[in-house]
């Protein structure tokens, strides 16, 4: 092990930030048998290890906060441990970016803390589904939360997304979606840009309740796929530039 790897983990309020970041020769994990035990900073730590293809399950990460774009471009993963303890973890934003070897997510992983989840799943491009047990209900910002998950079929209805404010890009260039769940809670919503832009696939748009949206600048735009469109409630909307252009 690298010496200062191990002084890392021995300093309970240490941040491991850049200690692996863009370790692209990473293929085993020698720090699997580490001690993580009051680490609370998990920022960039593995960024950008293209080569790692599996993440060890029995690391105690129990007490990171903050993981942001921690697991960012580990392009070869292709599946994530669901017995991970992340239930203190706050920040997520850019967690999973472009990990576009990932084929699915564990709805097991307990993420109830998080609250940003902007750009968590972006570019995860070969995800073909999403869990709906997955608990994001304290998530308030989810900008380009799945932005260019392009294999993505379908999106659960049931997810609790009731907490969100922020919802730029969010569905960005999911082309697969052929439609969206009517039941799912965007009420809270209040910046819709870009949401659905090029969903080219979405056929139909449910009945959404985005009365308390002030924001959908591009908001459907290349929707060329959509033939019917609700009488939605978007009293409360103050930009609309390009929003159905095609």
Known sequence: YFEEELGATRNPTGSLLNYWRGRTD?????????????????????????????????????????????WYSCTSLEEF??????????????????????????????LSSGTNFSQSWYNCSSLEEFPSTLDLSSGTNFNSCWKNCNSLGEFPGDLNLSSGTNFSNCWY??????????????????????????????TVFPALDLSSGTNFWACWRSCTSLISFPD?????GTTFYACWDS
């Open 173 to 202: 260039g999911c082309t697969s979606l052929g439609e969206f769940p009517g039941a799912l809670d965007l009420s809270s919503g209040t910046t819709f840009d870009f949401s659905w832009y090029n969903c080219n696939s979405l």
């Open 81 to 110: 441990p669901s017995e991970l303890d992340l239930s203190s973890g706050s920040n997520f934003e850019k967690g999973w970016y472009n990990c576009n070897s990932l084929e699915s997510f564990p709805g097991e992983l307990d």
């Open 26 to 70: 990473l293929v085993t994990l020698k720090f699997a048998a580490l001690d993580f035990s009051g680490v609370t900073n998990f920022s960039v730590c593995w960024l950008g290890c293209s080569s790692l293809e599996s993440f060890p399950g029995t690391l105690d990460l129990s007490s990171g906060t903050n993981f942001y774009a921690c």
């Open 232 to 236: 939605l409630d978007l009293s409360s």
